[in-house]
Each structure stands twice: as structure tokens, then as C-alpha cells.
């Protein structure tokens, strides 16, 4: 049973560019949240996809953007890269968008911006 | 607004010997509250969960952790630690989206 799987692991970039992160969610889960982890911090809420729509959005600019496949996986698309954007960026999965439903964690990609 | 504090941001303990990492949060009609753990160079991973029922909730790797709505607490507890639980916890609360604290790292030494 295949777990939440993100890609790549590591990346890159240098500030102004744009970047792509990808998740695949567990095997049964139709629901895909996303979180942004700097160093030393607690996961801070990005947003969460539900039947290919953005259900819930946190506290980030516009620069942060999202989508989700029919086959319930999901990008994550970030514009005019800053310094400030470094950092882990989760991908997390459940069954429906309940308050009640344990979320499942990938291993992150860690983003590293020059 | 829903948030979680932890008490402690590191908490050192010797091999064997019992430990508790402390979790408040801000009161809510309905509270689905979680622990996690996080290893070096890892996502997070499900220790437990409260949901509702029974205020005292069993995990994985021999952890517990006990609700205690008058207190607003949800602590997090082991009787006697190994060198492999050194690692990073994180106490959340779910409103659809995980609240998490800051985090308390539990250095285990031998």
C-alpha cells in the first residue's frame, strides 16, 4: 500500500524563477493539503484540494498556487521564487476534507532558493 | 482563531526514563486533536489521535497521550524512552486544516 509519495525530493532555484512540486496521495484518499515548514518551525497551512477545487486557502500570496488531477493527485506551483520560499514543503492526504480525518504525510520536498 | 502551543521546545532525557511533552490549545466547540512525529530528513508521521470517547488515547511505539478539556491540554507521554525516539513532535488541532505547535525536539541520551 503505497504511502504519499512527493517529487523531486530536493531542488534548487534561484529567486524570481517559478517551480512545480508534485504529490501523489495515498492509495484511498481523495483530499490533498499542502504545507510549507521552514527550519526550526511547525508546518504552516497552504492550502487544501477536494474534487480538483481549493477548498481552504492559509495565509500565503497569490505567488502560491495549486491543482489537482481527476486521479487525485496534485501540484503545487510557486512564481517569482524569494528567498523566503526555502523551505520544506509537505504534501498531505486524506479520506475526505473532514476535521476528524488523520492526515497522511509525504517526506517532503526540501526547496532551496538562491 | 484555533492555535497550539507546546511547552517546551527541547526537552532532554536519559535512555530508559519516562518523559511527557506538553500541548496546550485555544478552546473550540469540537476539538480533533493529533500528535506527529518527525524524523531527520522526514515527513511526519501519525503517533495518535483524539477523536472522541475515551480522554486517554494509545499510539504507536508505546506512546499515549491524555485530552483533558478543563485544561485544554493533550500531553504526550511514554513510560521509558529509547535512542530511537530522538526526534522532532509536533501536537496539532484539525478544523479541516492542521494547526501545528512549534514543535518540541526530545534528544534521548544514552
Known amino acids: 500500500d503505497a504511502g504519499v509519495t512527493q517529487s523531486p525530493t530536493h531542488l534548487i532555484k534561484t529567486r524570481g524563477q517559478q517551480v512545480t512540486l508534485r504529490c501523489s496521495p495515498k492509495?484511498?484518499?481523495?483530499?490533498v493539503s499542502w504545507y510549507q515548514q521552514a527550519l526550526g518551525q511547525g508546518p504552516q497551512f497552504i492550502f487544501q484540494?477536494?474534487?480538483?477545487?481549493?477548498?481552504q486557502r492559509g495565509n500565503f500570496p497569490d505567488r502560491f498556487s495549486g491543482h489537482q488531477f481527476p486521479n487525485y493527485s496534485s501540484e503545487l506551483n510557486v512564481n517569482a521564487l524569494l528567498l523566503g520560499d526555502s523551505a520544506l514543503y509537505l504534501c498531505?492526504?486524506?479520506?475526505?476534507?473532514?476535521?476528524?480525518?488523520?492526515?497522511?504525510f509525504g517526506d517532503g520536498t526540501r526547496l532551496s532558493i538562491l | 482563531a484555533q492555535s497550539v502551543t507546546q511547552l517546551d521546545s527541547q526537552v532532554p532525557v536519559f535512555e530508559e526514563a519516562p518523559v511527557e511533552l506538553r500541548c496546550n490549545y485555544s478552546?473550540?466547540?469540537?476539538?480533533?486533536l493529533f500528535w506527529y512525529v518527525q524524523y531527520p530528513n522526514q515527513g511526519l508521521q501519525l503517533l495518535l489521535k483524539?477523536?472522541?470517547?475515551?480522554?486517554l488515547v494509545k499510539g504507536i511505539n508505546g506512546f499515549e497521550a491524555e485530552f483533558n478539556k478543563s485544561q485544554t491540554s493533550f500531553h504526550l507521554r511514554k513510560p521509558s524512552v529509547h535512542i530511537s525516539d530522538t526526534a522532532e513532535y509536533f501536537c496539532?488541532?484539525?478544523?479541516?486544516?492542521?494547526?501545528f505547535g512549534q514543535g518540541t525536539t526530545l534528544q534521548v541520551k544514552p
Open positions: 498531505a492526504s486524506s479520506f475526505m476534507p473532514g476535521d476528524d480525518q488523520p492526515q497522511h
Open positions: 492509495s484511498g484518499h481523495d483530499t
Open positions: 484540494y477536494y474534487e480538483e477545487e481549493e477548498r
Open positions: 478552546s473550540s466547540v469540537s476539538v480533533y
Open positions: 483524539y477523536l472522541s470517547g475515551s480522554t
Open positions: 496539532a488541532v484539525n478544523t479541516g486544516k492542521l494547526i
